[in-house]
Structure formats: structure tokens, C-alpha cells
């Protein structure tokens, strides 16, 4: 969550947008052939997460977004676009927190082992300080969740 122009913005995308504008030295702007890299992640975890049915392929889905990225980071990483963090990471870094906390406390469910790519690359996300001094509580990452799953 950010304030900016007396006004409070909580999605990621827009305020790293407003971060680029601010501050366009150095550049958090992907190249255009990565600019996609891990789009569909969120909205995969999501209707997993929310998901009744477990023969649906919503966590098949899921898992192949997640292997994509894995593959992607094997070739190109650390970050999505080489040794520098962008714009696409600081996007997905919060959605993956998300994902990690919510599919854990809800469904028991973890990225596999075997996608060490992916491991390697959330560490490296969660451990930047300012992802540390802004991420939000557990508690409350579950709490924003729980409507959402019991509907």
C-alpha cells in the first residue's frame, strides 16, 4: 500500500508504475519479450485457491504457470529479467507471498521441491528489505482470503 497524492493505492502494478514515473533512474521497465513473464500466475492461484472441485485443473493450471516461471529463471534469472530486479518481479512478489500463505493455510498445498528455480527466486524476492518492511501479516494476508474461500 502506498499514499500518493493524498490518495492510498494497494495494487502492486500501479504503484510500481507510479515508482517508475517518480523515479525512471534505474530503469524497472522489462524488456517488452518479458513484460508477461509469470501474468498468468495470480489469476491461476486464484480460482485454485478458491476451487471446490479437486478434478477441476485449476491446480494443474497453477503448476504449469509456475513451471513456466521455474524454466524462464533457469534461463534467463535470477530475476525475471537477468542479475536486476524489475518491475515484473516487484509485481510478482507480493501475488507469490499471497499465494505462499494463502494455499498453505487454506489447502495445505506448497510449490513442489523439484521447481528449485522458482524456490531459489522467492527467496531471493522475500528477503529484499523492502519487501521485508512491506509485506503484510500472515494474519491478515489469510483474513483478506477467507471470504473469498468460504463463498
Known sequence: MLKFDEK???DSDVIVGIIEEKYPNPSLSPPPEISSVGSKIFPSFVKFLKSKDPSDGSEQALL???KALDEHLKA???YVAGENICAVDLSLAPKLYHLEVALGHFKGWTVPESLS???DYVKLLFSRESFQKTKAAK???IAGWEPK???
Do not use: R
Request: aromatic share 16%.
Open 76 to 78: 534467463k534469472g535470477p
Open 139 to 141: 494474519e491478515h494476508v
Open 8 to 10: 492510498w493505492i494497494t
Open 117 to 119: 528455480y522458482f524456490h
Open 64 to 66: 504449469n504457470e509456475l
Open 149 to 151: 474461500v468460504n463463498a
